[in-house]
Every structure is written in C-alpha cells, then in structure tokens.
C-alpha cells in the first residue's frame, strides 16, 4: 500500500468520525427537549452509521458516513401537570437521550478521530524521510 492509499484511508476514517461527533452533539443539545403539542413525542435519539465501500483504484475499503438512524427505545416519562407538553395524566415524555451514554460515544468518536489523525502524521513522516533519502 502506498503513503496516498493510507492518507485517504485515514481521511475517510477522520469524515466518518466528524459526522459520529455531529449526531452525538445533536443529541446531548436535544437531551432535555420537550414537545411542542401536549402528549406529542419530544427529540428521538439518533444513531449514527458508518457505510463502507470497497475503492477499486485504492484496492482498499473506505468509510462513508450514512444516514443516521433512529433509535426506538422508549422515551423517559416524568410525572410534571404543569408542563405545557403534559399528556392528560400528566405525564411529559422526555427523549430517549442517556447524556452519560452520549459523553462516552463523543469519547469513542474523538479516540477513533486521533487515531486516524496519527496514522496521517506518521504517513507524512514516512514521506519526509522517503524524500531525504531519495535527495541523497
């Protein structure tokens, strides 16, 4: 595999981890959201997905970020009569967002990010020395 193989293999790793971040991000912003009708469903968690595809010009797989999808777990219900978004018992549902669950995806997703980001330096570092020992 050559040093651009391994940069755009790191690159598409890096897209695909900035997208993970961006849909994480929604979710903690969205974590404490209510609906805006009584007995209406608040913000739905999503998940994000990665799709990969084989490069024939590369002969390696990439990564693509994919269409985020819903999660279907249930939405928390707190008892609140005095909320606007209160169903007729008085219930209000609240997203189905677990921040600590978001703080440790986030996490992930910045690991993942640094590695891919130290797999481009050390490529890099590879060309530099490459190219000094071929001016010699």
Same mark, same amino acid.
């Given at each position: 595999m050559?040093?651009? *193989?391994s940069m755009l293999i790191a *690159?598409?790793? /890096? @897209? *695909?981890?900035?997208? @993970? /971040?961006?849909?994480? %991000?929604?979710?903690? *912003?969205?974590?404490n959201s209510t609906a805006s009708a009584p007995g209406g469903d608040p913000y739905r968690r999503k998940i994000a997905t990665v799709n990969s595809q084989f490069d024939r010009e590369l002969g390696?797989?990439?990564v693509a970020p994919g269409?985020?999808?819903a999660d279907m777990s249930e939405f928390r219900?707190?008892?609140?009569? %005095?909320n606007p978004a209160a169903d007729k018992t008085g219930y209000v549902k609240l997203p189905n967002v677990n921040s600590l669950v978001e703080? /440790?995806? /986030?996490?992930e997703a910045q690991r993942s990010y640094e590695a891919d980001l130290t797999v481009m330096d050390a490529t890099k570092s590879m060309m530099s020395r490459t190219i000094g020992l071929l001016n010699r």
């Open positions: 050559d040093f651009t *193989a *690159a598409s790793g /890096m @897209r *695909a981890q900035t997208d @993970r /971040m961006r849909v994480i %991000s929604e979710n903690i *912003a969205n974590a390696a797989t990439l269409t985020p999808q219900r707190q008892y609140d009569p %005095s703080i /440790m995806d /986030m996490r």
